[in-house]
């Protein structure tokens, strides 16, 4: 559903991201890995739109839709149709003047709903995040900060996107909320049939939810496999010696269990 | 503030946090509470003071303070209380309403710039330099003077040189907010330019706005009574501050309570205004000006 080309980008005359090239199924998830400074998160902004990238070809297919020239639905706005955005720290991606419910509103304010159906509608994506419905008075000050990630989840899910991009979205987390909104994130994916692009460094939670991996360094590509192949037989020394290194650590099991297409739940 | 930010550290930040808002919320109920008394107080004096403030007598001219004239009386027997009352109305009134009319332009112009791409930004900004090269009072008192001295072109000139402040602290602040993640993401949602600007700009400002606005009040105050004591402003027959001090210079020998009682109702005005300013800036400061 989301094809990119040999993406450049370019920021003052140095070069962030070379000739980064993937190619996305509808329903499956990528993870996009890379230590800080890789590029990771700038490719994020820029297959969004965000940054001005040259590619070779950007293809965008939408549910139900023909493919989009994005360099035409660029102008003047930004983003993927049909997509949302769920980023690494809650707590700055939530007005902090807003109560949680209007956000979350807010990602569907182009439909104008009734405020009725309005009100329905954001208790149903808390719901879905396993939030109570009154979390939806709250501001973000009030809340912990894996509540604020849940709400950041259903601010996405709202929407019911197609496409829902993932910025070092546990990373603000500690290791319980991690697990917790990991499964939740399994758990609506698979119920609403999305396409999850996730970028993280944790490569645990990689073998553990990707169907394809993607891994930068220094802005190129170091590796782009199928998960199940990339921890069998990596591409490159560079990922030999990343694996490696999270065995070592402990954040990563010997043998991966590959449940990819089953999507069973995460086994954290 | 310092040690106030020191001693964060040790407490939660939600603890912190709504520590903050309750004061703030304390501060905001005594602000309003010494507002109301002091309104209630004031409409009392229109009611009850026995004198209106351009109505002569010649024979009581230039009396000290008595029982019967608490403040004394001018050159023409008006009664200088009186006159402070109505004079009020004008220094504080007039200065409210040139802030405000200054902080929309203003605020409108800074949105326009810091939101709507490169071209409307060095444009607006340019605009705003070029006000700002004309020191505030001077140039107040050319227009006043080109235009002639009266009420309406002395409001129209301060409004022209008090807008620029606000433009540029809305501008640099809400360059700032459109790099922040919640405006990113409401751009990503394809929120019109209104309800981001509206919904998630202008809240995050506005306590930096409110702190601005109430400096530029006190400061406008200082210029309404300035210009009106050279002559550019408010006319005579009508009491404002600054024209009674003007009235009073030729008697200030004689008649000291002249002088002394209008430079007392500026200076306890300005400093109100600029000691809540100052309160509500350090109430406001860690979670508002700099976090947004």
Same mark, same amino acid.
């Given at each position: ?23 996305? =199924? ?69 007005? =902090? ?21 309005? !009100? ?16 939806? !008075? ?60 996730? /970028? ?14 993607? /891994?930068?360094?220094?802005?190129? /590509? ?47 | ?292």
């Amino acid at each position: 559903m989301l094809r990119v080309e040999k993406l450049q980008l370019r920021l003052h005359g140095k070069p962030i991201l070379e000739e980064v090239s993937f190619d996305l =199924p509808r329903g499956k998830t990528l993870c996009i890995v890379g230590e800080s400074g890789s590029g990771k998160s700038s490719l994020l902004r820029a297959v969004n739109g965000l940054m001005p990238a040259t590619f070779d070809s950007l293809t965008f297919r939408p549910k139900n839709g023909r493919p989009i020239s994005l360099k035409e639905y660029w102008k003047g706005r930004a983003g993927l149709p049909g997509s949302r955005w769920v980023m690494q720290d809650p707590l700055s991606a939530l007005n =902090p003047k807003l109560a949680l419910g209007v956000s979350i509103g807010e990602s569907v304010f182009a439909q104008k709903l009734k405020s009725l159906e309005l !009100k329905a509608a954001i208790s149903a994506a808390l719901a879905d995040v396993e939030l109570p419905a009154e979390m939806a !008075k709250r501001r973000p000050a009030q809340v912990s900060m894996g509540q604020a990630q849940r709400a950041c989840l259903a601010r996405a899910l709202i929407a019911r996107p197609d496409l829902v991009f993932f910025d070092e979205p546990l990373s603000a987390l500690d290791a319980i909320v991690q697990k917790q909104i990991a499964a939740t994130m399994r758990r609506i994916q698979t119920r609403f049939d999305m396409t999850f692009v996730i /970028v993280t460094h944790d490569l645990g939670f990689a073998a553990a939810y990707a169907d394809q991996m993607l /891994v930068l360094r220094g802005g190129k /590509v170091e590796a782009n496999q199928s998960a199940e192949m990339f921890f069998q037989a990596p591409e490159s020394d560079y990922c030999r010696e990343l694996i490696a290194a999270a065995r070592e650590l402990g954040g990563l099991p010997e043998t991966v269990v590959q449940v990819s297409g089953s999507k069973a739940a995460i086994p954290c | 503030m310092t040690v106030q930010a020191d001693v964060g550290f040790l407490e939660a930040p939600d603890a912190q946090r709504s520590k903050q808002e309750l004061d703030l919320k304390r501060f905001l109920v005594q602000l309003g509470l010494s507002l109301l008394i002091f309104l209630v107080a004031v409409a009392a004096c229109f009611l009850l003071s026995p004198y209106a403030p351009n109505e002569p007598n010649f024979l009581e001219r230039l009396s000290p303070p008595s029982a019967s004239h608490w403040l004394g009386t001018d050159q023409l027997g008006r009664d200088v209380a009186a006159r402070l009352l109505y004079g009020g109305v004008w220094s504080i009134g007039l200065a409210f309403l040139v802030t405000i009319v200054g902080a929309i332009a203003g605020t409108a112009i800074g949105l326009a710039a810091g939101h709507f791409g490169r071209a409307a930004d060095v444009t607006l900004m340019r605009v705003t330099d070029s006000f700002f090269a004309f020191p505030e009072l001077i140039a107040a008192v050319t227009i006043a003077g080109v235009l002639g001295p009266s009420t309406t072109n002395m409001v129209l000139a301060l409004i022209l040189v008090g807008w620029m402040k606000f433009a540029r602290l809305v501008r640099s602040l809400s360059v700032d907010l459109a790099h922040r993640d919640f405006v990113v993401q409401a751009r990503l949602n394809g929120l019109p330019s209104y309800r981001i600007l509206w919904r998630h700009i202008l809240p995050n400002i506005a306590p930096s706005l409110l702190v601005l606005w109430t400096n530029a009040w006190s400061r406008t105050i200082l210029s309404i009574s300035g210009l009106s004591f050279l002559g550019f402003g408010v006319q005579s027959p009508n009491a404002e501050w600054g024209a009674m001090l003007l009235d009073g210079k030729a008697y200030m020998q004689t008649a000291p309570h002249l002088m002394i009682f209008p430079g007392l109702a500026i200076l306890i005005a300005v400093l109100s205004i600029n000691l809540t300013g100052d309160r509500l800036r350090d109430l406001l400061g860690s979670n508002g000006a700099a976090a947004g």
